[in-house]
Antibody
Framework: QVQLQESGPGLVKPSGTLSLTCGISGGSISTTNWWSWVRQPPGKGLEWVGE???????NYSPSLKSRVTISVDKSKNQFSLNLRSVTAADTAIYYC???????????????WGRGTLVTVSS | DIQLTQSPSFLSASVGDRVTITCRASQGISSFLAWYQQKPGKAPKLLIY???TLQSGVPSRFSGSGSGTEFTLTISSLQPEDFATYSC?????????FGQGTKLEIK
């Protein structure tokens, strides 16, 4: 079955760039699914960051759009998140997730990675 | 943006109790609502999608209902493993947004 695994630095300096990768195993990124990033500040709720299709088409949260880029690497079967100009407010557990398609429409995120904590601190 | 408001934010209940959590949307979202369970240190687990469809492998004591702007998640008889945080998520347009979460604690 499809599994997702986040990887990347756990500590980023303020004003730096947060870079994470989500590796996909047990399946291909080149399906009809969209692939998302979701984050969760410690002790707080979940926030959708954005998503990508294997063609490279993206959708982003308006609150992060000016700082975020999500990209896909089909040769490595993975997708990535870059978040620029980070502050302490970007400290969170970052999850990657796959959407659940029902009759061609996203109805949920059904498969999640285990998440990775990224701390923004000098 | 569509806002999702869950109530209550905290809920204290006992094993065997029937509990209901509500999620209200700031505008109509048809049935594009999902419910998640999250335990400390773990990723969210999908319980319900399309407002009322039980995800494969999820116990039948979980059920969802609603459409438009008001939705409910019901656990018919609480089990010890059900004490967790529950969140709703809408998937009508962008951005996707989650409710603030409901923490279900043991009384």
């Amino acid at each position: 079955q499809v599994q997702l695994q986040e990887s990347g630095p756990g500590l980023v300096k303020p004003s730096g760039t947060l870079s994470l990768t989500c590796g996909i195993s047990g399946g291909s990124i080149s399906t009809t699914n969209w692939w998302s990033w979701v984050r969760q500040p410690p002790g707080k709720g979940l926030e959708w960051v954005g998503e990508i299709y294997h063609s490279g088409t993206t959708n982003y949260s308006p609150s992060l759009k000016s700082r975020v880029t999500i990209s896909v690497d089909k040769s490595k079967n993975q997708f990535s998140l870059n978040l620029r100009s980070v502050t302490a407010a970007d400290t969170a557990i970052y999850y990657c997730a796959r959407d659940l398609r029902v009759r061609g429409v996203t109805n949920a995120f059904d498969i999640w990675g285990r998440g990775t904590l990224v701390t923004v601190s000098s | 943006d569509i806002q999702l408001t869950q109530s209550p934010s905290f809920l204290s209940a006992s094993v065997g109790d029937r509990v209901t959590i509500t999620c209200r949307a700031s505008q109509g979202i048809s049935s594009f609502l999902a419910w998640y369970q999250q335990k400390p240190g773990k990723a969210p687990k999908l319980l319900i999608y399309a407002a009322s469809t039980l995800q494969s492998g999820v116990p039948s004591r979980f059920s969802g209902s609603g459409s438009g702007t008001e939705f409910t998640l019901t656990i018919s008889s609480l089990q010890p493993e059900d004490f967790a945080t529950y969140s709703c998520l809408h998937l009508t347009g962008y951005p996707r947004t989650f409710g603030q979460g409901t923490k279900l604690e043991i009384k």
